[in-house]
């Protein structure tokens, strides 16, 4: 039981850390969810950046602006040199952090504390940014096609647009969005997820499913339960219970091993 507590209070630090690090490279959507970038001077004036000297030349281009491809963006271009232009893709105004969203179903967090923009990345680091969604890739012509009918050529090419999510166990995509959330990308799903615990009678039965790993943050689900749970005995009575129907055979602990194909 000890060494479950550490496992869970060590993992909590390390997510805290990679959040800081990487959501620093965004800025917080809403007054409210703001937690002070952690390169922001302590007299709240804004922070200037000093790019390199020397480096590359020519044009990177990064498509997804979730946490791999906001700090991606970030990096290269305060590393890479005056000569290197960066330019990000991304479709969504914001971006939504998954990272602490299952504190959303209990009322611990809001969506809009977890909300941020690419405001950062282009007034402190000069990144180029190009709302529009990625529709294909001309490696031979390094250039790739957008989804507002443009192109954008390349030099190098950085994706990282997230994981894709399958249909299974009957469901669709439709039934996802409307019906039966799985709410792991956060956002739209995990305030659907809220509502509808919030929705349940008093002494009801919520069941979820954990399916067979790999897949992306493995105590994540188990980290749901918890959280329903405990929304559940304090707002739906002593009646009120979780079923979890799990395909391991035993608890997932660490994000270590995590995998999930890219799109």
Not at 135 to 140: D, L, M
Request: glycine share 12%; proline share 5%; aromatic share 6%.
């Amino acid at each position: 039981m000890k060494d479950d507590i550490r496992d869970t209070v060590l993992r909590r630090r390390l997510l805290q850390l990679a959040a800081t690090g990487a959501l620093g490279a965004l800025l917080p959507l809403t007054g409210s969810g703001r937690e002070r970038d952690d390169e922001d001077e302590g007299d709240g004036k804004p922070t200037t950046f000093a790019l390199a000297r020397t480096g590359p030349k020519g044009h990177v281009v990064v498509v997804g602006g979730g946490m791999a491809g906001a700090t991606a963006a970030k990096y290269l271009r305060l590393w890479g040199g005056a000569g290197l232009k960066v330019t990000l893709v991304e479709a969504e105004a914001a971006y939504t952090s998954n990272i602490m969203s299952n504190l959303v179903l209990n009322g611990s967090r809001s969506i809009g504390s977890l909300q941020y923009t690419h405001a950062d990345l282009e007034a402190k680091y000069g990144v180029v940014r190009r709302r529009a969604a990625l529709t294909g890739i001309s490696v031979a012509d390094r250039r790739i096609a957008l989804s507002d009918g443009s192109s954008l050529a390349y030099d190098r090419l950085v994706p990282a647009p997230g994981i894709e999510f399958e249909e299974a166990y009957g469901l669709t995509e439709r039934d996802y969005a409307g019906k039966t959330p799985h709410a792991w990308r956060a956002g739209p799903q995990t305030e659907l997820l809220r509502r509808q615990l919030a929705g349940m009678r008093a002494g009801g039965t919520f069941v979820m499913t954990i399916p067979r790993a790999p897949y992306r943050c493995p105590p994540g689900p188990y980290e749901r339960a918890c959280v329903v749970a405990d929304f559940l005995s304090r707002q739906k009575g002593a009646g009120a219970k979780v079923v979890v129907l799990d395909e391991n055979p035993g608890i997932r602990r660490r994000c270590t091993t995590s995998r999930a194909p890219s799109r």
